[in-house]
């Protein structure tokens, strides 16, 4: 079966890809890749995505500059979730914070943990 | 705004959640919560997931003892998506694997990089 037979997509078409820092473990963000966008992701070696607001597949950083180089991928046990252990260029968050995970709960609030970069 | 006032659930009432390894960094499942089961998760400091295929709210490794600590959580830049830095017991994939993602892309095909613990 090929690559992407393996996956499964979602009613939608999507398929959750986890993006983490290969260097640092850090992970970055989470989206959704269709079809296209996992298959040029495993073609260019370059993170793809699928944009559910503006309904089209874009190479991350594609404008921004911010991209990112597929390291490793790997597909979870029932075959619905990828990884990308991927190296990033500039931040990885449209806050130009590093991670978009950048809120974290402490006592009972959300806190941000992280200042945009400069 | 309360904690969970501030996750947006998608049109199925969900949202997911990234558990990470809080002491090597590994990523070790995506699974998707439900309000009862963020509030859940938040209250207690055990991850609580919903089960799309069984209809309902669990705390993970209620049945195989297999549970999640939670040592920090936190929310993406759009407030769509949680990650999870965990303390695991035992293995986290129900295959017995330390991570679900134990498929890694090699050549063309996905290559099982792990065993299941004995």
Redesign the interface.
């Known amino acids: 079966m090929?690559?992407i037979d393996?996956i499964t997509f979602n009613e939608a078409g999507l398929v959750?890809a986890?993006a983490?820092d290969a260097a640092?473990?850090?992970?970055l963000?989470?989206a959704w890749m269709n079809e296209e966008a996992a298959l040029q992701t495993?073609e260019s070696g370059y993170a793809h995505y699928y944009s559910r607001s503006r309904k089209k597949q874009w190479q991350k950083g594609e404008s921004s500059g911010h991209v990112q180089k597929v390291v490793?991928?790997?597909?979870?046990?029932?075959g619905d979730?990828l990884?990308l252990k991927i190296e990033q260029t500039g931040p990885a968050?449209?806050?130009n914070?590093e991670s978009?995970?950048?809120?974290?709960?402490k006592d009972?609030?959300?806190v941000s943990i992280e200042e945009p970069m400069k």
Chains 1, 2 share one sequence.
């Not at 640092?24 to 992970?27: A, K, N």
């Not at 490793?72 to 029932?78: F, G, K, N, R």
């Open positions: 090929s690559l393996s959750p986890i983490q640092t473990g850090r992970v963000m989470m495993l490793a991928i790997y597909l979870d046990c029932d979730t990884l968050c449209h806050t914070r978009c995970f950048f809120q974290q709960q009972g609030v959300w």
